[in-house]
């Protein structure tokens, strides 16, 4: 007489692929289908939110300003978006995680780019900012260097803190490209950490783009928050930054948690597949509200902006340039 159990364990559990379509609807409950069209409903609404605010802003916004501010408002519904297709359809989200992330990256730019328009353009900055240095010593990449020496606001350094986000918005779409021809050929896979896939190589490197290209836009911010203050540049930044940190850290904590099997499995997900379930679930959920909070922000008036001298004044990430005798 045999003293062993026999454990039966499902074939899902076992490192096996994120189930198609059909098999998810198969195996919805009550729970997951409300779940599910809760989600998707909010999804809806947030790009239908997204969709009416175009409309407003291509009739009250400046022309000026119409693009930009068309790209910031729309990163959260298009994240929700994508995260919606991922959750019905979890094969594909690789591929919507990656649009959602090629899309945030030109956010980077373009938010650079609204600080700038809000001031009233490059030459406007630049008249503002001819008696100051800047400090660049901001996060991501230097909060921890105050020692780093004051910049002298000119063309150049204006052009370099530019650079410095364009790049990543040029060069991840780039990688992305890469990162899909490549898993075509079998050679990328997000959840193969050896040294010999080419996920443990490009990550790493996107990762260093995406601070390089935070910095610009922080020290830009840091130097006009005042300037900006009456147009509510703070929480536009916030949120901002919130869209940044639920993207792209919450994602990728829970996949890695997933991937250590910590996140159990649940037919007919897998530990890796749940975890990106759970993620693009969460998503739709934030960037629903989100979307919400900059509608509100972005869809009012303003007082103008203060003077040149009271922004002087105030401004205290902005170092006074000693005079030549």
């Known amino acids: 007489m045999s003293n062993g159990?026999?454990?039966?364990v499902d074939?899902?559990?076992l490192g096996q692929p994120p189930p198609v379509a059909i098999r998810i609807i198969e195996n919805l409950d009550i729970f997951g289908i409300i779940l599910y069209s809760i989600l998707t409903f909010m999804a809806a609404v947030s790009l239908m939110v997204f969709l009416e605010e175009c409309v407003y802003i291509y009739r009250k916004v400046p022309a000026n300003k119409k693009s930009l501010i068309i790209w910031v408002n729309g990163a959260a519904p298009?994240?929700?978006t994508m995260s919606c297709l991922g959750m019905w359809i979890p094969k594909a989200v690789m591929f919507t995680d990656m649009t959602s992330a090629c899309y945030f990256a030109v956010v980077v730019f373009k938010f650079l780019i609204l600080m700038l328009e809000e001031i009233g353009g490059d030459e406007a900055f630049l008249k503002r900012s001819s008696k100051h240095k800047l400090r660049i010593s901001t996060g991501p990449c230097c909060c921890c260097c105050p020692c780093l020496p004051h910049v002298a606001i000119t063309r150049r350094s204006l052009f370099l803190l530019k650079l410095g986000s364009f790049q990543f918005a040029i060069l991840k779409i780039v990688f992305t490209v890469l990162s899909i021809?490549?898993?075509?050929?079998?050679n990328f896979d997000v959840a193969d950490v050896s040294i010999t896939g080419a996920a443990i190589w490009i990550n790493p490197f996107v990762g260093i783009l995406t601070i390089i290209a935070l910095w610009p836009v922080a020290i830009l911010f840091m130097h006009l928050r005042t300037a900006l203050q009456t147009l509510k540049i703070v929480p536009k930044y916030a949120m901002y930054q919130l869209v940044l940190i639920l993207s792209q850290l919450q994602t990728a904590i829970i996949n890695i948690l997933a991937m250590n099997g910590t996140i159990a499995c649940s037919p007919p997900f897998s530990s890796p597949a749940r975890g990106y379930m759970l993620s693009q679930q969460l998503l739709i959920l934030e960037m629903f509200i989100i979307t919400l909070v900059?509608?509100?922000l972005y869809r009012r008036q303003y007082e103008p902006l203060p003077s040149e001298d009271h922004d002087d004044n105030e401004n205290t990430y902005m170092v006074a340039m000693p005079k030549s005798a």
């Open 181 to 186: 021809v490549l898993w075509t050929n079998g």
């Open 11 to 13: 074939p899902s559990c």
């Open 5 to 8: 159990t026999n454990l039966s």
């Open 294 to 296: 900059t509608r509100l």
């Open 78 to 80: 298009v994240i929700s």
